[in-house]
């Protein structure tokens, strides 16, 4: 059943959407998830503890790659330059290649450096803490670029051919936004028509923002190849094909500019009758957006690590800036106000980490399912990174708001918050905005309901399978409701935890009140619940705040283990537990005390022009963006 057939509520546009993303979801549950059993109100400790922590061996697989890094990127780059210029120079890119960083997550066997995904995201989080330009060079490459569908969905003959020129230093990059298709792949208008021998495909359309597009030697191109009938109805078919640079037909009109990461390579592609070779295509007809949201699970790891780094940057300046600047008397960091930011940085950092690496650990030992995890990790990172450079602007005050190179002509250290801030705001929107990481969480977060009791509220299912979901909702729902209420994790449940223990123990409470509330909703809106987002986004945040506080008391623990005598982890996971809490709550209480219905109709009024008289004052836009004079 698709999930657009329950809703009769839906424009057919609307279910064309849905219809696409529901096609290329995973629709099976083969492993286990500690989000997805949280939603379902089973707080699964044994899946969240022990903290998978990285082995010695690959720990120092990873320091000793970083330390060369490290050296390399001090020595070669400098962030500011590469933002004024907006160039990152050829020489580091060149020495990028030759300590093996186009090929960090490829396999040994094809010349590559074979990081684990923990170790690839150690490096990404340093150098997105020094030059954020350079980070996404890397992971638009590595992450969503050629490499990791290449590893995950491409044929032998395919990873023979491009695998060893990364190793050379070959840069990729992915190719799906056009202009009317954003967070919407159902609209895409590029397509990609097989020759009357199926020996090639040729694909027409444009791009836009592709990263590394304008230098890549290779990319992932996402194209509509024709529809086919299933079940006596049209499905849409998009297909990914790697296309090698200098194809005939390939056009760059464009290089963007941007408001940060000022120094990557992005722009506008061209493909007009651009042929590719059938052996070009990944995975198979059709299985392109599959291909790009299971790339996804893993490939969205880098950016939580990205934020992970700028945010440790964040709280190395504050915690110095809060001691040396005094104010009225007293060094800033001791002002409440700033007290409260520095401890917030150091909690909310802890967690990130905590989140990031433990789902980055489970890619790499396998036998977990960690697109819940993923998607959470990208949404909290991206989200509270953002808050953490705020206020480490607020903190630095006008220095703050003044260029690293400014200060630094002043004589004064040149912390560039404002390049970091600029920077990082770009996490919120790529690889899936917040909003539809809300929407993607709560899809699978609804998924095991919509299994059992979807056919009851398909109008077009038939009596057979309306009944077999009316038996397995009576035989599951009562119990399962009961349970819900039932307290299953009181002491010494948790007692192994210590102090932490009664975080730990909120998490199992409210993992019940979430699956109950989450229930109730679905009771209360049918079908329609897919409309109140805001709920939904409330619900996906409160799930996303326990997975985080399990995470970082279970990283504590670990923490604790390995050295008896260090309590500091503990005090940052007990203090971003309690500040967690406050959210949970307050999320809860958005669920029935909202003002989301009269927004949406103060909205609709304003889209209307109803409050256009509040713009008079102002300059009125020319309907061009305040295009001036030419
Ligand atoms: C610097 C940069 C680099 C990029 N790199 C790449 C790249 O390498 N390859 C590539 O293919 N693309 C790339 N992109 C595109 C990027 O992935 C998109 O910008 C992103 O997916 C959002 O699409 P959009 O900008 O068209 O926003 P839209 O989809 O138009 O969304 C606009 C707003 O509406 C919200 N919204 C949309 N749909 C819904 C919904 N159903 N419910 C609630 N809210 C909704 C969004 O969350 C957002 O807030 C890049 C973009 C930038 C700016």
Redesign the pocket.
Known sequence: MSVSDTAKHLTEKEKDSLDVAEGARETEWKQPSFVAQLFMGRFRTDLISPYPNQSPEDKAVGDEFMGRLETFLKANLDPDEADKTGEIPKKVLDGLAKLGCWAMKIPKEYGGLGLTQVNYNRAIAMVASYCGSTAVWLS?HQS?GVPQPLKLFGSEAQKKKYFPLFAKGAIS?????EPIV???PAQMTTTAEPSPDGKTWTINGSKL???NGLVADVMVVMARTPAKMVNGKEKKQITAFIVDKGTKGMEYPTRCD?MG?RA?Q?GVINFKNVQVPTENMLWGEGLGLKLALITLNTGRLTLPAASAGMSKQALQIARKWGKERVQWGQPIGKHEPGAVRISNMAASTYAQEAMTYYTSALVDRGGADIRLEAAMAKLFCSEASWKIIDDLMQLRGGRGYETGPSLRLRGEKGYAVERMMRDSR?NR?????S??QH?FIAREALDKHMSLAGDLLNPKAPMGQKLKALVNSLLFYPFWYIRMWLPTGIWPCFAGYGSLGKHMRFVERNSRKLARTLFHQMVKFGPKLERR?MILGRLVEVGTELFAMAAACSKAMAVEKENPDYQCSRELADTFCRQAKIRVYQHFLGVCWNTDLNDGKISQKAMDGVYEWMEKGIIVDDGQGFKGKK
């Open positions: 638009a969503i990059a992915f190719a799906l936004t954003g967070s919407d923002w592709c990263t941007f990461i990557i992005n770009i929107i790529i690889e899936g905005t909003e539809i929407l987002q």
